[in-house]
T-cell receptor, first 109, second 113 residues
Framework: QKEVEQNSGPLSVPEGAIASLNCTYS??????FFWYRQYSGKSPELIMS????GDKEDGRFTAQLNKASQYVSLLIRDSQPSDSATYLC?????????FGAGTTVTVRA | GAGVSQSPSNKVTEKGKDVELRCDPI?????LYWYRQRLGQGLEFLIY????????KSGLPSDRFSAERTGESVSTLTIQRTQQEDSAVYLC???????????FGPGTRLTVT
């Protein structure tokens, strides 16, 4: 079983819609969870961090964490073409981060 | 402030040659990580440095790979006798050491011909 699993996509959403990305992890002791955005040919960029159960909102992004279910999600509201990218879920494994393979999102105009 | 910087941005080398990649972390960040990302693949952990502690080398794929870091400054990743399968983007990230948030540099794209 992979440590961090994401649907690879691609996830295609119309402009203005909500994009919903899911991530599950295997290590119950993990305490820190991150979402990175990676544009094609670029390096990952940290967009959200979440440490407690519940929702955390930052602009058009909302991260949701459920430690009991070992589940993290990212919602992108009012999706824009500039949101088209691969989104990586990362979970701490002691001092290291374990990354999912990423979900590719395409926002169509 | 300045982010993580890496050099060179691109490197083309012949099979069998040695290459050295450089990473300059964010000032004050004590933790430094190297990753490899093959085309269309996820991030593969290579090595981790934290201050003056012994590095975690558990992700290095072979003894052709080595890395050094002096204190909390620049790190170099060396690949000896490069092979075509070493072609990838090599990413460096740093963090404060108190948080697990990692910030990535722009990467070095290595092509072995």
């Amino acid at each position: 079983q992979k440590e961090v699993e994401q649907n690879s996509g691609p996830l295609s959403v119309p402009e203005g819609a909500i994009a919903s990305l899911n991530c599950t992890y295997s290590d119950r002791v993990s305490q820190s969870f991150f979402w990175y955005r990676q544009y094609s040919g670029k390096s990952p960029e940290l967009i959200m961090s979440i440490y407690s159960n519940g929702d955390k909102e930052d602009g058009r992004f909302t991260a949701q964490l459920n430690k009991a279910s070992q589940y993290v999600s990212l919602l992108i509201r009012d999706s824009q073409p500039s949101d088209s990218a691969t989104y990586l879920c990362a979970v701490n494994n002691d001092y290291k981060l374990s990354f999912g393979a990423g979900t590719t999102v395409t926002v169509r105009a | 402030g300045a982010g993580v910087s890496q050099s060179p941005s691109n490197k083309v080398t012949e099979k069998g040659k040695d290459v050295e990649l450089r990473c300059d972390p964010i000032s004050g960040h004590t933790a430094l990580y190297w990753y490899r990302q093959r085309l269309g693949q996820g991030l593969e952990f290579l090595i981790y440095f934290q201050g003056n502690s012994a590095p975690d080398k558990s992700g290095l794929p072979s003894d052709r790979f080595s890395a050094e870091r002096t204190g909390e400054s620049v790190s170099t990743l060396t690949i000896q006798r490069t092979q075509q399968e070493d072609s990838a983007v090599y990413l460096c990230a740093s963090s404060t050491g108190h948080s697990y948030e990692q910030y990535f540099g722009p990467g070095t794209r290595l092509t072995v011909t």
